[in-house]
């Protein structure tokens, strides 16, 4: 029998690693809410990043990227409910961004002013476990779960923190995107697992029993469809992104390092379920996908352009980066499968460094219009060299991580589509790379072109030196991008370890005759 390999979390560590990542973030949250202090919450919340931080490092040092299959597997069923969790080259690298920025954006805060809302610092801390949750699940009814339970801290952050006084629409605006997306998501795994049931009498949402099943479904186009559109409208992907620019504009910074790691779990779930799942008609409708991602490199590229509010500008640069990621993930090529999986998570890191830096100067001058802004490098040095250096990595530039993955997209897109699309995505990127460098230069270099007012002329002309929190920001981003980037063979090591291993099945004889929870009826022969 041909099965998946697992290798157990008992077999590798001395406690369930990844339950624990999960649960520190939720245990400081209750602390946080139960207490009354201001100063003891941000401690409780500081204590919680750090360790998830520190864990997360811990995690991906007895990751094994040479040896195939799920490993630090944990799977508890009771009442009925089945809890499954693991780690292989598609999601630790997710689960790693989203510790390193939720202890980021929660240093943030001290510059945002946010230190004494309890509310904000255990949303952080919620938003924290339902991301991890998310991207160590390996069963599909349970990362919907998890993608459901997010909107709860967006809602809480967008109400307490954001910067406009439509909060209230904003937030109408974005469960109604979001909600389109989590049904059509739910109707496709529904489909998937009673298709499963019919063939085997196993109702299971399972992703080792979805994979290994190979069940023919009655509707594998609508089912990939409403996987496929439920998973676009959380990228975003055009044409499902109109949400993006409005919480863009009218939301909360102070979250947005935490919230850039979600808009990736639209793409981990491509990865994970929809191209694994449904494998020939994923290759049957590239094409279209393709034509969309192209699409959405070229329509957020221009309309950036158009834009003089820096919040709308950036929400276009990320749609024009995730056509761009998409494009790379349903090609043929293994290298452009590498290529996109490398590009989110640089991507990931680099967008939220540039939306920090832009929090920071929205905190001191309370504009988001460019026009208004202008010669800032002087007096806000840290900041700039964030924006220049997260600016450069979108790009491609040697010495940062995005520098590969454009190098692995272009080499696959050539092999599987040909020059052509080859070149427009690279024309797609010079665009973006040319927005940003040129909102640095207006944010940072250039003259102001209108009026500033007197509270904008007190806090620009005359604010003090870059505080420590902003440099401590500046190179811990700059530092992760560039070492990455310098250094990248082992994180592409970690990614091959399941693009490589996810195409082949493998003998697990030892798993069959085990005793432990996980048998053969989970695991379907593809025989069979």
């Not at 904000?120 to 699940?137: C, P, Q, R, V």
């Not at 990736?264 to 996908?289: D, N, S, T």
């Not at 190179?475 to 970690?494: D, E, R, V």
Request: net charge neutral.
């Amino acid at each position: 029998m041909d099965i998946t390999q697992i290798t157990y979390w008992s077999e590798t560590v001395s406690f369930p690693v990844l339950s624990v990542l999960t649960l520190i973030p939720l245990v400081m949250m209750a602390a946080v809410i139960m207490t009354s202090s201001p100063v003891i919450a941000l401690r409780l919340g500081f204590v919680g990043t750090a360790a998830t931080f520190l864990l997360s490092v811990y995690l991906l040092s007895v990751f094994d990227p040479d040896l195939p299959g799920i490993q630090l597997y944990e799977r508890y069923q009771g009442l009925g409910v089945t809890y499954t969790v693991g780690v292989d080259g598609t999601n630790i690298l997710f689960i790693l961004l989203t510790s390193t920025l939720a202890l980021l954006t929660l240093i943030y805060t001290l510059t945002a002013r946010h230190v004494s809302d309890r509310t904000h610092i255990a949303s952080l801390l919620g938003y924290e476990a339902i991301l991890i949750g998310a991207f160590a699940a390996l069963n599909a009814m349970q990362f919907w779960l998890w993608c459901f339970l997010e909107m709860i801290p967006i809602v809480l952050m967008t109400l307490r923190s954001g910067s406009s006084q439509n909060r209230r629409w904003v937030v109408a605006l974005l469960l109604q995107h979001f909600s389109s997306g989590l049904l059509m998501a739910l109707a496709g795994f529904l489909m998937l697992g009673f298709g499963v049931m019919l063939t085997t009498d196993v109702l299971s949402f399972d992703w080792l029993v979805l994979k290994e099943s190979n069940v023919s479904h009655d509707y594998p186009t609508l089912i990939f469809f409403l996987l496929l559109f439920g998973f676009a409208i959380r990228m975003p992907l055009f044409p499902f992104h109109a949400w993006l620019p409005v919480v863009a504009e009218h939301g909360t910074i102070a979250s947005v390092g935490i919230f850039l790691v979600s808009l990736k779990l639209g793409i981990y779930a491509i990865v994970r379920y929809l191209i694994p799942l449904l494998p020939e008609v994923a290759e049957q409708w590239a094409w279209f996908v393709t034509l969309l991602g192209l699409i959405g490199i070229f329509y957020g590229a221009l309309l950036a352009f158009m834009q003089i509010n820096f919040r709308r500008l950036i929400a276009f640069a990320i749609i024009s980066q995730t056509g761009l990621i998409t494009v790379g993930l349903f090609d043929s090529s293994t290298h452009s499968m590498e290529g996109g999986i490398v590009l989110a998570l640089s991507f990931g890191m680099a967008t939220a460094g540039i939306l920090l830096s832009l929090g920071m100067i929205y905190k001191r001058t309370h504009t988001a219009f460019i026009p208004r802004l202008g010669g800032m490098f002087d007096t806000n040095a840290a900041i700039a060299v964030l924006f220049v250096i997260c600016a450069l990595s979108t790009m491609g530039m040697p010495g940062t991580p995005g520098f590969d993955g454009i190098h692995l997209l272009i080499d696959g897109t050539i092999q599987g589509q040909g020059w052509l699309i080859a070149i427009a995505i690279l024309f797609g990127n010079v665009l973006t790379v040319g927005l940003l460098l040129r909102a640095f230069q207006q944010i940072f270099i250039a003259a102001p072109k209108r009026f500033q007012g007197p509270f904008v002329n007190m806090h620009h002309a005359s604010s003090p030196p870059s505080p420590r929190n902003e440099w401590i920001i500046t190179i811990a981003i700059c530092g992760l991008l560039i070492g990455a980037g310098l250094n990248t063979s082992p994180w592409l090591h970690i990614i091959d370890q399941n693009i490589h291993a996810g195409s082949n099945s493998h003998n697990n004889i030892d798993a069959l005759n085990t005793s432990k929870p996980l048998t053969t009826q989970y695991i379907i022969s593809k025989d069979n």
